[in-house]
Nanobody, 118 residues
């Protein structure tokens, strides 16, 4: 079964750090662009950061620039989150996307909860 799995969420105090990981089962992430998204209670899902598959080009939402860093190796994509704020509290999702001449591929993980509270 092809699936994406997130891990690394938890409870952290404001100003603290967490590192989220995104891995795949049934395929490798190496050929996929990866995006991290989050959804807070009562809010729409929003993009946080992404990294391309080939040249590892990265992008960040303004709200996390300078605090979050996305990186990847062949099997895993990481989201290092520093200086966390209560407003970063959300379920964080990993999305893997790719395409070839036949079809597009789009896989979402089940999410990992991040709670920032004192």
């Amino acid at each position: 079964q092809l699936q994406v799995v997130e891990s690394g969420g938890g409870l952290v105090q404001p100003g603290g750090s967490l590192r989220l990981s995104c891995s795949a089962s049934g395929f490798t992430l190496d050929d996929y662009a990866i995006g991290w998204f989050r959804q807070a209670p009562g809010k729409e899902r929003e993009g946080v950061s992404c990294v391309s598959s080939v040249d590892h080009w990265t992008a960040y939402a303004d709200s996390v620039k300078g605090r979050f860093t996305i990186s990847r190796d062949e099997k895993t994509v990481y989201l290092q989150m520093n200086s966390l704020k209560p407003e970063d509290t959300a379920v964080y999702y990993c999305r893997a996307g790719s395409s070839d001449s036949v079809r597009t591929y789009d896989y979402w993980g089940q999410g990992t909860q991040v709670t920032v509270a004192s």
